[in-house]
């Protein structure tokens, strides 16, 4: 082992800690600015109640998302000298429009809306969730943006070997971050979705009976509408995914289907030995004789290319990667639609249902880190596809010890945050709803006597 398989390591590491905080803020964020206008619509204190209980829940995970976001970018000066002198000028712009614009507008919203119950008008106190929420999505794109170039770069040249960027416009309208950014924003949702599900699945238990439960049915349907909208979004830019991958990425499109081989009207392999003929080549290129490139004939033609080396990724854990996002996201898109027909018309959660919504928390992040895993290693041995690899990204001076020092650091951290957040969120979902505070009697006023 060296310090390039340890620095891939910390990347990794610290990459998934901090995508556990991201798609709950991004999807919950949405949810509880839905919560607060159905309050200014209607009137109806269930809903403020609600947009408070979750709006809690957003702000202690918005924290920590920001705490473990902020740490990950030192690694890019510590471990990877090399890949941010080569990207810095493309990567500048999209990432400081997402620094100067998309955080600068949550977090400053964010805290207006915090700090403005029963300060700011009722209308502009709405405006600033809902520019906090469409503030941190917009963030979203442009780090999205950025990731999709080292997929599919374009709009850049090589100069001096360092990439300069010709085109701006290009780079943040890459036809794969177009496919990618819905995908994952949509994945987002489906894990803000699932945490609601599973809070509100936990609450429907405890209230079963009482009149508090109408309550929790309905900030359970409204999630159970979200995810399987959600679902479908991911599910359509799936397949959009799917085809660019069969057109920019071959490699990785193999590696996730343990095919070998070049192969005509290519199966799509469901488990080791169970394949579906033909899916494949449909599902990559609407053709179902369609050719699929294999991860063997494939390397040959990279050696050809570009010399030397072994340009397959890690197969096994791009393979089950893909099959763990599917199933799982199609597991908890399936509970959506289901909670839907049986609550249809009035009906109320059955216990079991009750129950089984609190699987709907750790599928959905199981599915989101997989396809994390499926994208970053999919696309390995290149940190840029084509341009840059992986080994030529690390930074030439750092010993092994010195990432491993940063490893043990950046991964005890994590953890304690880790924690952090699972003790606050489970305290505040314990404690439930807060009841409103009454309101102070008008004071009465003496008439004033003039002399």
């Known amino acids: 082992m060296d310090a390039l398989d340890l620095a891939r390591w910390q990347f990794g590491v610290t990459t998934v800690y901090h995508f556990l905080f991201v798609p709950l803020t991004i999807g919950l964020g949405i949810f509880v600015a839905g919560l607060q206008t159905a309050w200014h619509r209607t009137g109806k204190e269930r809903y403020l109640k609600l947009t408070k209980f979750f709006g809690k829940l957003f702000l202690i995970n918005f924290a920590m998302g920001v705490v473990t976001g902020i740490v990950q970018e030192f690694q890019f000066g510590m471990n990877w000298s090399e890949y941010s002198t080569f990207v810095g000028d493309v990567f500048g712009a999209p990432l400081a429009m997402e620094a100067l614009l998309a955080f600068f507008m949550e977090s400053t919203f964010l805290g207006l809306w915090i700090f403005g119950w029963d300060r700011l008008p009722k209308k502009v106190h709405l405006a600033c969730i809902w520019a906090a929420a469409i503030g941190s999505n917009i963030s979203a794109y442009f780090i999205l943006a950025a990731n999709a170039w080292m997929k599919h770069p374009v709009g850049y040249e090589v100069v001096d070997g360092k990439a300069r960027m010709t085109d701006l416009w290009a780079v943040l309208t890459n036809s794969t971050a177009v496919a990618q950014v819905p995908h994952v924003i949509g994945g987002a949702f489906v894990v803000a979705g699932g945490f609601v599900l599973a809070v509100c699945g936990y609450w429907l238990l405890r209230t079963r009976g009482t009149q508090a439960a109408a309550m929790w049915r309905g900030a359970a349907r409204a999630a ?49 030995g169970i394949e579906i003929p033909k899916v494949l080549s449909f599902l990559a290129a609407n053709d179902p004789d369609a050719v699929v490139a294999g991860t063997e004939d494939l390397q040959r ?51 079991w249902l009750s129950r089984a919504l609190l699987l709907a928390l750790p599928m959905p992040l199981a599915a989101v880190i997989a396809g994390w895993l499926l994208s970053e290693i999919g696309r390995q041995p290149w940190t840029v596809a084509g341009e840059l690899l992986t080994a030529a990204s690390v930074s030439p001076g750092v010993t092994l010890a010195e990432v491993a020092t940063s490893l043990a650091i950046f991964t005890l951290v994590y953890g304690v945050f880790t924690v952090a957040e699972a003790v606050l969120l489970a305290r505040h979902v314990r404690k439930g709803v807060e009841e409103p505070a009454p309101e102070p009697a008008a004071e009465r006023r003496e008439p004033q006597l003039m002399y």
């Open 301 to 351: 033609r990279f050696e050809e290319q570009f010399g030397p080396g072994d340009y397959r990724p890690n197969g096994p854990v791009v393979f089950w990667s893909f099959r763990v996002m599917i199933v799982f996201g199609m597991a908890t898109v399936g509970l959506s639609v289901l909670g839907l027909w049986l609550t249809r018309r009035g009906r109320g959660f059955p216990a």
């Open 224 to 272: 159970l509408l979200m995810t399987a909208l959600a679902g479908a979004v991911v599910a359509g830019t799936g397949d959009m995914s799917a085809k660019l991958m069969y057109e920019q990425q071959p490699m990785k499109l193999a590696a996730a289907e343990g095919l070998e081989r070049d192969t005509a009207g290519a199966a799509f392999s469901v488990a080791p």
